[in-house]
T-cell receptor
Framework: GQNIDQPTEMTATEGAIVQINCTYQ??????LFWYQQHAGEAPTFLSY??LDGLEEKGRFSSFLSRSKGYSYLLLKELQMKDSASYLCAALDSNYQLIWGAGTKLIIKP | ETGVTQTPRHLVMGMTNKKSLKCEQH?????MYWYKQSAKKPLELMFVYSLEERVENNSVPSRFSPECPNSSHLFLHLHTLQPEDSALYLCASSQDPGTGNVDTQYFGPGTRLTVL
């Protein structure tokens, strides 16, 4: 079956760096998405990776290793507003999104 | 603001009620989606519409009935729901889902549904 694994919850300190991991097992692979979802709000698109390597967008970076079925989202210089859930989703061979359950990130002062 | 709006934001209904959820997208997209989001579970895709035609129904119970009158509007009609249907219902839209293209989905804020 198809599956996405990511930690349920993580805690980090304001100003620090945190890495949220995601492993995927899908029938075929056409890329991986990261979304951010604040409580009570819409999931918002953060990144899409289809090639191996690291892509940086300001304080957020996303990494992909296709051979390992692994991705991570790296958040630097954490701010209180980064407290949210982070959703990982892989695109399978039929271009269907397979979603993880999300990682709730708690930022402490 | 993602360009996708949903109303109402909160809904409480009894098991015998009939209600509808509304979604509107202002992005000029061709596809719209309904998802169910339950606590600590992955998003569950319920329905997909492309150019107002339903292209996918992931074995959703008939007490959920979608309607897509045009490419900008999507409804989810609810009747005789069960308490386990309580969840956040998210609407999303994308440019073009069906031709093997990578297609980013943009979400609305959801309707928090409670079934008593």
């Amino acid at each position: 079956g198809q599956n996405i694994d990511q930690p349920t919850e993580m805690t980090a300190t304001e100003g620090a760096i945190v890495q949220i991991n995601c492993t995927y097992q899908t029938s075929g692979f056409n890329g991986l998405f990261w979304y951010q979802q604040h409580a009570g709000e819409a999931p918002t698109f953060l990144s899409y990776n289809v090639l191996d390597g690291l892509e940086e967008k300001g304080r957020f970076s996303s990494f992909l290793s296709r051979s390992k079925g692994y991705s991570y989202l790296l958040l630097k210089e954490l701010q209180m507003k980064d407290s949210a859930s982070y959703l990982c989703a892989a695109l399978d061979s039929n271009y269907q999104l397979i979603w993880g359950a999300g990682t709730k990130l708690i930022i402490k002062p | 603001e993602t360009g996708v709006t949903q109303t109402p934001r909160h809904l409480v209904m009894g098991m015998t009620n009939k209600k509808s959820l509304k979604c509107e997208q202002h992005l000029g997209h061709n596809a719209m989606y309904w998802y169910k989001q339950s606590a600590k579970k992955p998003l569950e895709l319920m329905f997909v519409y492309s150019l107002e035609e339903r292209v996918e129904n992931n074995s959703v119970p008939s007490r959920f009935s979608p309607e897509c009158p045009n490419s900008s509007h999507l409804f989810l009609h609810l009747h005789t729901l069960q308490p386990e249907d309580s969840a956040l219902y998210l609407c999303a839209s994308s440019q073009d889902p069906g031709t093997g293209n990578v297609d980013t989905q943009y979400f609305g804020p959801g309707t928090r549904l409670t079934v008593l």
